[in-house]
């Protein structure tokens, strides 16, 4: 999907949560996503930055608001201008981890990756699955490990979620799954 990067903030901001909207909750691809949308604990920063050191600065920037924000549940680092090649992209997921760990924010908090052209390793670009993590932009999603823990608990077999989207996906196939991103 291509998106002028002459949208506003409040514009990709919109675009993103329709993205959650049609997709992650409209398609119950994330379960738990629809309760902290109506609750409004969902933050939506963005960087403009296209440089991986930078970007990192910007992660750490939310990490430490979320340290101080208990009210906010969970983060979208949003990249509209930035990091469009997937691999340059799983460079800055990869480093991001290890942000994660070397900060001292392993347990604490967790990411969970979205790009426009996103697949899984082994899989065929072309696969329908891979919409299961496809957004309108990079993204890197900052989640807090005790809320998934807690949800996690509730939510009976966890295990199967990834299972059952990748099967959703297949079954609705990539030219829906496309046109409910644009």
Known sequence: ???????????????????????????????????????????????????????????LDELALLSQSPEIQTSLLIF??????????LDLLELANVLLEQGGYKGIYQIASFHPDYCFEGEDNDDPANYTNRSPYPILHILRESSVAAVLKRYPQP????????????ELGATYLQALLN
């Open 1 to 59: 999907m291509t998106i002028s990067a002459q949208l506003s903030d409040d514009e990709v901001i919109t675009t993103v949560k329709s993205w959650i909207d049609k997709v992650i909750v409209g398609l119950n691809f994330c379960p738990f996503a629809k309760k902290e949308m109506e609750r409004n604990t969902v933050r939506y920063a963005i960087s403009t930055h296209t440089e991986i050191s930078e970007g990192l600065d910007d992660l």
């Open 159 to 170: 295990e199967t979620i990834p299972e059952n989207n990748i099967a959703k996906a297949r």
């Open 80 to 89: 509209p201008q930035g990091f469009k090649d997937f691999e340059q992209y």
